[in-house]
């Protein structure tokens, strides 16, 4: 069965410094989504982009956050100084179509910001 | 806005026993509902969905959830609980118009033996 691969699977960086989660979406699928789950907490919606633009963004992706289809595969969040609140769980989704027949989640990226 | 609660934050079964999970959705349309879990620090497993037809909805390792809209509810049961069912289960639901999920706080198993 198809599946959303991220990369890596745990990082971590200093405070302040720039970094970049990656996603692998299916590869007919057309919409892409980042969610942030902070530990123990719950799973919250960051951002969906479609055709090459954000078309939904939550409060929480702010000016320190972007995203980017590089290359027609990966699908990326970049996150431009990292503070410790940062520190969460990473998951990126896609969906071939509008609406959530198909809708899959990758297995995440753990983000600890030191 | 659409909302979820899941009001039991932590529950504790036998193993062997029934369990029902529940949740409560804000929507005035139909939503699309759905129930993921999640093993510590592993990502997130679709368990079930519903979007339409059948309210009675089959999914894997033995569960199942039942949508009544006049509860505005889709609780998860499973007959018959194992001890590899413990993990943090969310529900979810999305709306027509936007292509977000919006998640409840989790309800997290324990399974004694």
Redesign the interface.
Known sequence: EPEVTQTPSHQVTQMGQEVILRCVPISNHL?F?W?RQILG?????LV?FYNNEI??K?EIFDDQFSVERPDGSNFTLKIRSTKLEDSAMY?CAS?PG????G??????T?LTVV | AQSVTQPDIHITVSEGASLELRCNYSYGATP?L?W?VQSP????Q?LL?Y?SGDTLVQGIKGFEAEFKRSQSSFNLRKPSVHWSDAAEY?C?V?A?N?????????TRLQVFP
């Open positions: 919409y989504y969610y907490q719950k799973v919250e919606f969906s078309s939904e939550s998951f969906s509008q609406g959530f027949r809708y899959t989640f990758g297995s995440g753990r | 699309y759905f993921y620090g592993q990502g997130l679709l969905k979007f969310f979810a999305g027509d936007t292509d977000k999920l919006i998640f409840g706080t989790g």
